[in-house]
């Protein structure tokens, strides 16, 4: 089992910046992929960024340059470090992890953006 407990969620206007932090518990070591989605209301989930074991990273679109995706082994922390933020960025951010077969969410933290 693995949790995923996000925090740093809040309100900024755009152009600002925010970071959001995933802490895993659990059996952290059998994580393979971890990163984190968002989600508007009535939308699916978008991909903003993961990682890889292997340390390769994707990350979407619409993110690309203004996002970093970032790991703290020692605490089992995953770091969002948002830039340049947007209207558009508006959503509930999501951590998300694969273990051992399995998918793992978190319980979503509100991040809005005003223009």
């Known amino acids: 089992q693995v949790q995923l407990v996000e925090s740093g969620g809040g309100s900024v206007q755009a152009g600002g910046s925010l970071r959001l932090s995933c802490a895993v518990s659990?059996?952290?070591?059998?994580?393979?992929?971890i990163g984190w989605y968002r989600q508007i209301p009535g939308e699916q989930r978008d991909l903003v960024a993961r990682?890889?074991?292997?340390?390769?990273?994707d990350y979407g679109d619409s993110v690309k340059g203004r996002f970093t995706l970032s790991r703290d082994n020692v605490k089992n922390t995953v770091y969002l470090q948002m830039n340049s933020l947007k209207a558009e960025d508006t959503a509930a951010y999501y951590c998300?992890?694969?273990?051992?077969?399995?998918?793992?969410w978190g319980q979503g933290t509100q991040v809005t953006v005003s223009s």
């Open positions: 998300y992890a694969q273990a051992a077969g399995r998918s793992y």
């Open positions: 659990g059996r952290a070591s059998s994580i393979n992929l």
């Open positions: 990682i890889r074991i292997g340390g390769s990273q």
